[in-house]
C-alpha cells in the first residue's frame, strides 16, 4: 500500500471513528439514531390502524397506526384515486389515473393491486378512462373480494367490473341515471339514483347482468341522500342518511329492503328538520360524515348548527346514535380549528371526515383538512392523540 | 344522487384536469352570459365543456355535431331523455332553453335545416321517460350509426365510448 492510499484508508477509517463517536454521544443523550430500511405491516392488521387518503389531485394513502400516532407506511397514487382493502387484508387497491408527462400525454386508468404487507405493487390492471369523482363510493369490493367495482362517469354512468381472482377487468355495465357503489354480497351491487329508487345490478360469473330497481323512497330534488352514506357489505345493513337528517335503515340484497326512516334531530329530542332555508337547526354534513361500529350498532354522525343547503358544512359535533332504538347516545363536541386563511376566510375549520375501528374497544378517527388527524375514544369522546398530517381525504379501516 | 353535492365535486375534478381550458370561453362579446348559456356552462359544461369539447372518449363532443341528432324524432327526444338530462333540476322552460343553446349554438353547423327549438311542454313530457333502463351506450351509439349512415352526421360522433382496456392513445386528455 502506497502512502497515499494508506492515507486515505485513515482518513476514512477516521470519519467512521468520528461517527461512532457522534453517534454514542447522541445515544447517551436519549436519542435514538434511525437506520433506514423497508419495514413490513403487520397481517392481520391491528384494529386501530387507519389509512388516510391526502390531497386532491395527485394523492398518497397512508397508513397509521393509531394507538402509537406513528405513521407506518405510504402509497403513492395517482389523479384522485379511490382505495380498497381486501376482506382477508392481504391487499390494497388503488383505482387512479396517470398522465405520462404529469398533466399531459398518454393517460393510463388503472387499478393497482398491492401487497398489504409490503406495500409493493403486485398487478396493474388497465380500466377504461372516465370522468375522475372524488366519492369514496366510487370504489367497492364485494364480500369475498374476489370482485371490484369502479364507478365510472363517462358522463353516462356505468361500473366497471373486476375479477380479482384472475386480476382482470371483466367488463363495463351501464348503470343509467344512478351512480355509486354499494357491494351487495359476492353477487353485485347496488347503486342511488336520481329518481329516488335504488338500482341493484347483479353480475353472474360469466358476466351476465342483471337491473333492478326499487320502487322511489326519497326526492333527490328536495331531500336528496349523501352520497357518503355508509353500508356493510358482510351484513348487507345499510344506512342512507338524507341531508335532512332522515335514515333509511336497508337491507341490501337482490331485492332491498327499505325500513321507514327515522330522524336524527327526533332521536335527540329535537323537531324533525326541515328544508327551510332559514331554518337553523343540528344538520348532518361534511364528507365521509357517516360511520357505522358493527358489534355496537351505533352509527357516528358529524353534525353543524346550520340552514339546509348546509349539507357541505364540516361538523362542529359528533353525535352517536343507537340504531336499534332510534335514540342518541351521546354527543361529543370537537374543537374549532383556525385556518391558514385559503378556505375560510376568519371562521374556524370543523370536521369532515370521520371514521369508526371496528373492534370491542374502539376508536374514532377524525380528519381535517387544515390541522392533524385526531384519534377519540368512541364511548367517551376523549381526544386520545393528534397526529400531525393534514389529511382530509377519507380515512378507512380494516372490516368496513 | 343530486345536485348539489355531486357535481360540485366533479366541477372540482374538472377543473383540475381540464385547467388548460380557457374559461373566458364561456363568455359572449359582451362578457355576460344569456341564462340558457348560464344554465348550460353550470349543468352540463362540467363534463362537455364549456364550450362542447372536452375529451371525445370519455365524454360525447357537442360542438358542432349534437344537432345532428335532431334528424329525427327518437334523436331529438333522446337529448332530453338521457338521465343526466332528465333529472335537473332546471324548470322545463329553462331545460328548453338550455337544450336550445346547446343544440343551436354549441351545435352550430350539425342542426338539421328547419329543425324547431325545443318547446317547455316537449321538454316536460320527455323528460317523464328518462333512459334508465337501456343499455345507455349501446343506444347512443345505434343512433349515431342511423345518423351517420342516413344523414351524413360526421364519422367523429363514434370517438365516444371506445372502452381502453388497456395503455391510452397519446391524445387523451
Known amino acids: 500500500m502506497t502512502g497515499g492510499r494508506l492515507g486515505k484508508a485513515l482518513l476514512a477509517s477516521s470519519f467512521l471513528f468520528l461517527i461512532q463517536v457522534t453517534e454514542s ?15 413490513t405491516l403487520k397481517l392481520p392488521a391491528p384494529p386501530h390502524r387507519f389509512i388516510t387518503a391526502n390531497g386532491f389531485g395527485t394523492s398518497t394513502f397512508t397508513v397509521f397506526d393509531g394507538d ?3 405513521m407506518e407506511g405510504n402509497i403513492s397514487a395517482g389523479y384522485v384515486p379511490n382505495f380498497g382493502e381486501s376482506p382477508d387484508g392481504s391487499h390494497f387497491y388503488v383505482s387512479e389515473t396517470y398522465w405520462v408527462h404529469g398533466t399531459r400525454g398518454a393517460r393510463q386508468d388503472m387499478v393497482t393491486v398491492y401487497d398489504a404487507k409490503t406495500l409493493s405493487a403486485e398487478k396493474e390492471i388497465p380500466i377504461p378512462s372516465r370522468a375522475l369523482v372524488n366519492q369514496l363510493h366510487n370504489f367497492g369490493l364485494s364480500l369475498s373480494g374476489h370482485r371490484g367495482y369502479v364507478y365510472a ?5 356505468s361500473v366497471i367490473w373486476l375479477d380479482l381472482k384472475n386480476q382482470t377487468a371483466g367488463g363495463t355495465i351501464d348503470l343509467p341515471g344512478c351512480s355509486m357503489i354499494y357491494p351487495v354480497g359476492d353477487e353485485g351491487f347496488t347503486s342511488l339514483c336520481g329518481d329516488g329508487s335504488l338500482a341493484t345490478v347483479l353480475v353472474s360469473d360469466q358476466g351476465k347482468v342483471t337491473m333492478t330497481h326499487s320502487k322511489p323512497f326519497f326526492d333527490a330534488n328536495r331531500d336528496p341522500i349523501f352520497d357518503d352514506s355508509i353500508s356493510d357489505t358482510a351484513s348487507g345493513k345499510a344506512f342512507f342518511v338524507s341531508f335532512t337528517g332522515l335514515v333509511y335503515e336497508t337491507k341490501l340484497g337482490a331485492t332491498p329492503v327499505i325500513e321507514k326512516p327515522w330522524s336524527i334531530q327526533q332521536a335527540a ?4 328538520a326541515g328544508t327551510g332555508v332559514k331554518e337553523l337547526t343540528w344538520r348532518p354534513g361534511g364528507h365521509q360524515l357517516v360511520a357505522y361500529h358493527k358489534a355496537s350498532g351505533k352509527l357516528f354522525v358529524i353534525m353543524h348548527m346550520g340552514n339546509y343547503w348546509t349539507q357541505d358544512a364540516g361538523g362542529s359535533e359528533i353525535w352517536v346514535l343507537d340504531t336499534k332504538k332510534h335514540s342518541l347516545v351521546s354527543r361529543f363536541p370537537l374543537w374549532a380549528v383556525p385556518t391558514s386563511g385559503a378556505i375560510v376566510k376568519d371562521k374556524p375549520v370543523y370536521y369532515r371526515n370521520l371514521q369508526v375501528s371496528q373492534d370491542q374497544h374502539p376508536v374514532i378517527f377524525l380528519l381535517n383538512t387544515e390541522g392533524n388527524d385526531m384519534v377519540l375514544d368512541a364511548t367517551t369522546g376523549k381526544l ?5 398530517a393534514a389529511s382530509g381525504g377519507a380515512a378507512y379501516v380494516s372490516g368496513m | 344522487m343530486r345536485a348539489q353535492t355531486l357535481p360540485l365535486r366533479i366541477l372540482q375534478a374538472l377543473t383540475v384536469l381540464f385547467a388548460a381550458v380557457p374559461v373566458a370561453m364561456a363568455h359572449n362579446a359582451t362578457g355576460a352570459m344569456s341564462p340558457a348559456q348560464a344554465n348550460f356552462v353550470l349543468h352540463c359544461g362540467g363534463c362537455h365543456g364549456v364550450d362542447g369539447t372536452t375529451n371525445a372518449e370519455a365524454v360525447p363532443d357537442l360542438k358542432h355535431q349534437v344537432g345532428y341528432f335532431l334528424n329525427f324524432p327518437e334523436g331529438r327526444a333522446y337529448l332530453s331523455r338521457l338521465p343526466n338530462v332528465a333529472f335537473s333540476t332546471l324548470t322545463d322552460q329553462e331545460l328548453a332553453d338550455a337544450l336550445n343553446y346547446m343544440v343551436f349554438v354549441i351545435g352550430e353547423g350539425s342542426v338539421p335545416q328547419g329543425a324547431k327549438p325545443y318547446q317547455a311542454a316537449e321538454v316536460a313530457s320527455l323528460r317523464r321517460t328518462p333512459l334508465t333502463g337501456a343499455p345507455l351506450r349501446a343506444y347512443r351509439a345505434g343512433l349515431v350509426e342511423r345518423l351517420i349512415r342516413d344523414y351524413g352526421a360526421a364519422e367523429t360522433l363514434r370517438l365516444y365510448g371506445r372502452d381502453n382496456y388497456g395503455v391510452g392513445s397519446a391524445d387523451r386528455r
Not at chain 1, 153 to 157: E, Y
Not at chain 1, 384 to 388: D, F, G, T, V
Open chain 1, 153 to 157: 362517469m363517462q358522463p353516462a354512468s
Open chain 1, 269 to 272: 329530542g329535537l323537531p324533525v
Open chain 1, 68 to 70: 402509537t400516532g406513528k
Open chain 1, 384 to 388: 386520545l392523540r393528534k397526529i400531525e
Open chain 1, 25 to 39: 454521544a447522541r445515544a447517551e443523550d436519549d436519542t435514538t439514531p434511525e437506520t433506514y430500511g423497508v419495514a
